[in-house]
């Protein structure tokens, strides 16, 4: 291990203190640090930063600094580089961030030993077509949404898997879930949760107007295609709660397993039922 490539969410408060003193740590240990552009521009060093697309070309690993959305961010920005990363939890729950700020000294030694292991997780790949034409393609890592805006009336879709006709959602929007994305919005809405070292696909609907709309789970392979009917305004595609893009009437939304996965980064062995337990803090 000999450069960390380095992330930190800005908006999680003042961490220019804790954040050089990890860095001089690191130097100290003969790490070279390299920073996206809003780590640099916290730490006073604009300059020296880039964008976050292009980190993993340049170093070994990431250090995230923030929530479970910033991982996420990081992670769709970043897994076609095929670099690990790690999280360091300043947000609330922090499923994918798995490491607290007192334990980071601890835990970076055991990684600069080499001890540690690669996780990693089915990702999502989303297409938008309009009039026969990809508009939109990107990756995903919990989950595409499909719902409706401020509008207080229900969107209209049609599902289909493999081009077999699922059924016509009446619904506030559906949700087409990874393992990794099946404990976040989707699990709020009712659908299955899914162990990560599993492949498959969960289809929530958000508030279906009809007792027969069910969450399901079907397999990898498959392809789930969302069309949108023109029946309301302010429909939107939203992938990972964090990029969005209008909908229109007739859109078509292909969505399936991506050709590669997230990577973390672990130093430690925890049970995925554990972390539920600890996290949800009510089983």
Not at 135 to 148: F, G, P, R, T, Y
Not at 189 to 214: N, Q
Not at 240 to 269: C, H, M, N, W
Request: glycine content about 8%; charged content about 20%; aromatic content about 6%.
């Amino acid at each position: 291990m000999n450069t960390i490539g380095l992330v930190v969410n800005s908006n999680k408060g003042d961490l220019s203190i804790p954040v050089r003193e990890v860095i001089s740590w690191l130097a100290e240990q003969q790490i070279k640090v390299l920073y996206n552009q809003e780590s640099a521009t916290l730490l006073g060093c604009p300059e020296q930063g880039m964008p976050t697309r292009e980190l993993g070309n340049h170093c070994d690993c990431i250090m995230v600094w923030g929530g479970d959305g910033t991982l996420l961010n990081c992670a769709r920005q970043t897994a076609s580089t095929g670099i690990p990363i790690f999280g360091v939890n300043l947000g609330r729950l922090g499923f994918l961030t798995e490491i607290d700020v007192p334990d980071l000294r601890e835990k970076l030694q055991a990684l600069i030993a080499g001890h540690y292991y690669i996780e990693e997780r089915m990702m999502l790949e989303t297409r938008l077509i309009r009039d026969d034409r990809v508009i939109e393609q990107a990756l995903c890592l919990n989950d595409a949404v499909v719902s409706k805006g401020a509008s207080s009336r229900m969107v209209q879709l049609n599902i289909l898997v493999n081009n077999e006709f699922v059924g016509m959602f009446a619904a506030d929007g559906v949700i087409i879930a990874s393992p990794t994305g099946s404990t976040a919005y989707s699990l709020s809405a009712g659908g299955p949760i899914i162990s990560p070292d599993m492949e498959a696909v969960a289809i929530t609907p958000i508030c279906p107007h009809s007792l027969s709309s069910r969450p399901m789970v079907i397999a990898p392979e498959s392809i789930v295609e969302i069309k949108v009917l023109p029946c309301i305004e302010n429909v939107g595609l939203n992938l990972d709660g964090q990029y969005g893009v209008a909908l229109k009437g007739s859109d078509r939304i292909l969505i399936k397993k991506a050709p590669i996965k997230a990577r973390f980064l672990k130093i430690e062995k925890t049970g995925f039922f554990k972390v539920l337990r600890e996290k949800l803090k009510e089983w």
